[in-house]
């Protein structure tokens, strides 16, 4: 996985895959198993906010 790279979970399969393949695919579903539910996978990344 690259920085800055969107991913999508599969709920079905569990598989990821990059916004790039769902953005050009006609219809919004899962290319191994056909699931039209996806989860965007959140990055590792914690951001801290300073406290006022």
Request: hydrophobic residues 35%.
């Amino acid at each position: 996985m690259t920085s800055g790279e969107i991913l999508y979970k599969c709920f079905r399969c569990g598989a990821l895959i990059p916004y790039g393949r769902i953005k050009t695919s006609p219809d919004l579903k899962c290319p191994k198993c056909g699931c039209k539910i996806l989860t965007k996978v959140r990055p590792w990344v914690v951001k801290k906010v300073k406290a006022i």
